[in-house]
Every structure is written in structure tokens, then in C-alpha cells.
């Protein structure tokens, strides 16, 4: 795997792909089917390609599930992540041995379905707001274990990552607001423990005022229709950075955008993102 530099801060490669592995071979550790039909000796060559248009994510970790099981594998990547490509292109030729390739065929498949279904959704809400000067940010909607590979492909698409976990900003809901007594009170509370990016979910334009009187720094717009946003954003004039968010689609992102906030949050991305068809084929070689 020392072929592949693919590297990501706060992912692991070579731990990623051996447990995932390690699950698909399970306590045997062995490929059967592979093992009893195809000769150790068999060499295949491979073509994967994508049989819609997509936006390309995760091509070099499904480098790295080959490379684990051949490291003399023969691998070339024809286009990079973040590619936009239209059905019927190839994505990644590769030559080397059979059981290999067929052993690690659905680990890799599996993972560039997936990133590149969420980096396709991106760019498709991205595009929907173009020139708006809005941003559009992602959530913690994430499968547990893949968030930094899912926020790595929602950046692949043209996103920007919200917080990473509860650990990078407060974020202060309606459950928070709601034990603590009041907007303000819990926003005090947070800064008080020496917090510094405080975001604040307001879904009441009376909520704004006494919440940046006690420093949040940032607000979250939940559930506002485009009317409503309009006048929060003119309560909060430029004071803090304001993030639309819940019940967005593609259908209504541009007129939210349109209304002046900052930021617009879509847990779809990671939450619920189709897979993208991509497949691979494999032919023999003498």
C-alpha cells in the first residue's frame, strides 16, 4: 500500500481497508469461492467505469484495497476524485492476479459507490445555488465509522464541512435550550466554559437578539421558509454568520439561498445519497 499516497487527516488507510477486509473474509480469513474456481496462477485485467454521470470519489482507496492483496498489481487511474464524468467512462484499469482482484472487487466498488454518490449530490445542490454567494455545508448525518470519508467526498462535490463532531464548536439545540432554561442562558453557559465558536439554532426571530447578547457566534435558521429567513437575516444584519438548515431540497435550496444567509446545511448528503453505478469487469489473461 505504499504505492497509493493517499492520505487524509484523521483517516487511517491501511486500518480501513484491512478491517474491511477482515469483515467481508471473516474467521476463516478466506475468499471460498475465488479459492475453489479460480487458479492460483489466473491473471486477470480490469476495467472500472461508471454507467452514469457522476462525480468521482474514493478512486484511490479502492487503489489501496487491490495494492493490500497484490502489491504487484498493475493499476492506473484514467480520471482523479472530483471529476465530473459522463456514463461509459473508464475510471481505473488494472492488471494482476485473479483471486486478488476478485477478493477485493467489492470492498473497492462498495467504497467508490458511495463517496462518489455523495460527492454527485453536492455538486448538484452546489450548482442549485450558484452565484447566489451562499455556502453550502454538510451535517454529522453520517454512518457511523465513515464520517471523515463521507465529509472528504461532500468536499470531493464542491461542499464545505460543518463540524467535524461535538468536540470542534458548541452547538446549541432545542434540547440544550430547553434544560438550560432559555437561549440566552445556555449560550452563556457555553461561553463561560471558555468555548469559542458558539452556534446557536434559533426556530423564533425572537430568539436572535437575546442569543447574540450573550455571544453566540454563529446562528442556526431551523426550518424557516424563505420569508422568515429574510427577516432573520435582517435582524441579525452581518453581525454573525446565519446558516439555513432542515427540510431543504433541491427544489428549495436556490430560494433560501437567495435570501442572504450565509450557509446552508443538508444532512441528505451523507444521510441519504443513492450509490452510484459503477461497475467493473474483469477478462482473463493467458
Known sequence: MSNTPFKLAGFDIETFVRDTLAEDLGPTGRDVTSESVIPADARFSGTMDSRDAIVVAGLPIAEAF???????????????????????TDLMRLKGKARALLTAERSALNTVQHLSGIATMTRAYVDAI???GCILLDTRKTIPGLRVLEKYATRTGGGTNHRMGLWDAAMIKDNHVAVAGGVAEAVRRAKSAGIAEVILEVDHLDQIEPGLAAGAT??????MDPD?????VALVAGRVPTEAS???TLDTIRAKAETGVTYISVGRLTQSAPAADVGLDFTPLD
Open 218 to 223: 454563529h446562528l442556526l435558521l431551523d426550518n
Open 66 to 88: 487491490f495494492r493490500f492483496l497484490d502489491p504487484d498489481i498493475e493499476l492506473e487511474l484514467l480520471v482523479q476524485d472530483g471529476d465530473f464524468v459522463t456514463p461509459g
Open 246 to 248: 432542515g427540510g431543504v
Open 130 to 132: 450558484k452565484g447566489t
Open 228 to 232: 422568515m429567513l429574510r427577516s432573520a
